[in-house]
């Protein structure tokens, strides 16, 4: 029984976008709202509750639009983009639900409603990179229409998309005097729902891209660019820090070495000697075949492992994952990033077990911020109180860019 909605992985789901409301997010009351709609429901009906909210939301701001209240449309847009969003995450797999595609479109198109409704009309960007193009859109500060600002960039991890980013942390970095670049990578949002481009563990190349963009944008100082990732983020945004050295900062909430690493701990549970496990993709057949039947057994594993992490990675089976997240490693990483770092770890997310290690390892400027269950702020990237963790990152931004400042 989760704490809003009866099934624990609608739960995890549903109550995320709370993390929200401060940045004009849905309302607990909406949120409840939809958990009862869906009641003992499964996952169609979990869909179709939140699609159900996020069109009656689009009708109001369409209303709003006609009657000439533009501040009330762009709120309701951006709204129901997050309960768009929202719908979906039980579908994530392969072959791709076709409701799945028709609920981020519907997000996309209010997202970008929404954003065009500003007092600064966002538009959205297209980066180059290799033979495509990455999404993207630069969130101004606040009041600051001209002077060069710094800028952080926002890298996702496993499963959000740019709306996440914006809500999450892009608002509040707004709100600080930070220009913010979104974008969706290779593996996330619509380069894998629309484009079908897979994650990949050089996220250096993918900023690098990201970056040559952002130093063209005139409002942009390039001198004081930070890169700032959540979730399996807080492995992409180091990975990409100790190779693109034009970085001033970077974040990783929570730092995270590895992917495998907690494949790893759990296989130690198990009994297996941690000497066993140096490459888990080779792991002996009777051990994979142990592992496969406890994902089977467990919904929140199955969904994370077979049908995220399958679509994400472009595998097809247990043994190619896991050969697969072998690569998503800061072994020999490390030590070549350049720029200082801070790295947190949330009380009871087991992602970010391995942080304090991490820090240990590094061997430039570095900072370290714990946050705890006390603080209501103990889980996966701090979504429980989201406010906190953006007021103690920018913090430390702001005395870590302060010495670069003109």
């Known amino acids: 029984m989760g704490l809003i909605f009866k099934n624990d992985l609608h739960d995890e789901f549903g109550s995320s976008p709370l993390a929200y409301t401060p940045y004009g997010g849905p309302d607990f009351g909406e949120v409840l709202a939809v958990a009862r709609a869906v009641g003992d429901g499964d996952d169609n009906a979990f869909y179709d509750c939140w699609m159900t909210a996020a069109d009656r939301l689009v009708s109001e701001a369409e209303s709003a639009m006609i009657q000439g209240r533009q501040a009330s449309a762009r709120d309701l847009f951006l709204r129901a983009s997050c309960f768009y969003s929202s719908s979906y995450r039980p579908l994530y797999g392969e072959p791709v639900d076709p409701r799945l595609v028709a609920a981020f479109r519907k997000q996309m198109d209010t997202f970008n409603k929404g954003l065009a409704l500003s007092d600064i009309p966002i538009e959205p960007l297209r980066i180059q990179f290799a033979d495509t193009t990455l999404p993207a859109y630069l969130i101004p500060a606040v009041g600051q229409r001209n002077d060069p600002r710094p800028l952080v960039i926002q890298t996702n991890g496993y499963d959000a998309t740019v709306t996440d980013m914006y809500f999450g942390s892009a608002v509040a970095a707004s709100r600080r005097g930070y220009h913010c670049l979104i974008f969706d990578g290779p593996g996330q949002g619509e380069m894998l729902i629309e484009h079908d481009v897979r994650l990949r563990p050089d996220w250096e190349t993918v900023v690098r891209a990201v970056v040559d963009a952002a130093v063209t944008i005139p409002i942009v100082d390039a001198t004081r660019i930070a890169l700032s990732g959540w ?30 690493s907690g494949l790893r701990g759990y296989a130690v549970k198990l009994g297996v000697s941690p000497e066993a496990l140096v490459n888990i993709g080779e792991i002996d057949e009777g051990l994979l075949n142990r592992i496969w039947q406890i994902i089977t057994n467990d919904r929140r594993l199955w969904w994370s492992i077979v049908q995220r992490g399958f679509w994400v990675n472009g595998v ?49 400027q570095k900072g370290f911020i714990r946050f705890t269950s006390a603080e209501g702020a103990g889980d996966h990237c701090e979504m429980k109180n989201r406010s906190l963790l953006n007021r103690r990152v920018f913090d430390w931004l702001d005395m870590t860019l302060r010495s670069k400042s003109h």
């Open 316 to 364: 097809k089976n247990l043994r190619d994952y896991l050969r697969c997240i072998e690569e998503f490693t800061m072994d020999g990483r490390a030590d070549q990033i350049r720029c200082p770092i801070l790295l947190t770890q949330a009380e009871e997310d087991s992602l970010a077990a391995d942080a304090l290690a991490f820090f240990d390892a590094l061997r430039c």
């Open 231 to 260: 979730s399996l983020g807080g492995y992409l945004a180091p990975r990409a820090a100790s190779g693109e050295h034009r970085l001033s900062a970077c974040i990783a909430d929570p730092g995270l070495w590895s992917i495998a």
